[in-house]
């Protein structure tokens, strides 16, 4: 079958890093994506990785090993308006299948 | 100004009763997509649409129904045989269903059925 993991909840202040796993199993693979959404708001896109490695976009990066089917998410200098829920997704025949999220809270 | 429409943005229907929700886009994209939400959980794919008279069944197709008459258009029917239709429903689209790194998401309607 096919199926992601996240942890569900991460807490952390201000200024700190975060890191996301997400650990996925399907029969076909194509690359992981991440997306952020707001409470209440539309999933946005973050990053995408076909291919090992680290992907970086400013103070978010992205790491994926397709051998160990595992990824992370990487949220450096943590600020305040990036709170919200973190999706792991990976591609697979033409669709996505997503992760049920990651809340990141954080703190002052 | 490009993008993608969803309305209403909240909607209340009684049980039993089928409802339509719009999505429509302006970004010429021949990939569309629905999704369902459910609280603390992630998107769930309903049905998907490659081009204008096409679509296929995603994981959780029982109980809506789509069209795709129009490029910019692809509406999702909740029908009354859909058994837990409270939910968050989320439109999205690519450029092409090859294209399909980053998905644009339209801004939701939040169906509750009393």
């Known amino acids: 079958g096919q199926s992601l993991e996240q942890p569900s909840e991460v807490t952390a202040v201000e200024g700190a890093i975060v890191q996301i796993n997400c650990t996925y199993q399907?029969?076909?693979?194509?690359?992981l994506s991440w997306y952020q959404q707001h409470d209440g708001g539309a999933p946005t896109f973050l990053s995408y990785?076909?291919?090992?490695g680290l992907e970086e976009t400013g103070r978010f990066s992205s790491f994926l090993s397709r051998s160990d089917s595992y990824g992370y998410l990487l949220l450096q200098e943590l600020q305040m308006k990036d709170s919200a829920s973190y999706f792991c997704?990976?591609?697979?025949?033409?669709?996505?299948?997503f992760g049920a999220g990651t809340t990141v809270t954080v703190r002052a | 100004d490009g993008g993608i429409t969803q309305s209403p943005k909240y909607l209340f229907r009684k049980e039993g009763q089928n409802v339509t929700l719009s999505c429509e886009q302006n970004?010429?994209?021949?990939?569309m997509y629905w999704y369902r939400q459910d609280p603390g959980q992630g998107l769930r794919l309903i049905y998907y649409?490659?081009?204008?008279?096409?679509?296929q069944k995603g994981d959780i197709a029982e109980g809506y129904s789509v069209s795709r008459e129009k490029k910019e258009s692809f509406p999702l029917t909740v029908t009354s045989a859909q058994k837990n239709p409270t939910a968050f429903y989320l439109c999205?689209?690519?450029?092409?269903?090859?294209?399909?790194?980053?998905?644009?998401f339209g801004p939701g309607t939040r169906l509750t059925v009393l």
């Open positions: 997704a990976f591609h697979n025949d033409y669709k996505l299948s």
């Open positions: 399907t029969s076909g693979f194509y690359g």
């Open positions: 990785n076909a291919l090992d």
């Open positions: 970004l010429n994209h021949d990939a």
């Open positions: 649409s490659q081009i204008v008279n096409d679509f």
């Open positions: 999205a689209t690519t450029p092409g269903l090859a294209e399909y790194n980053e998905q644009f």
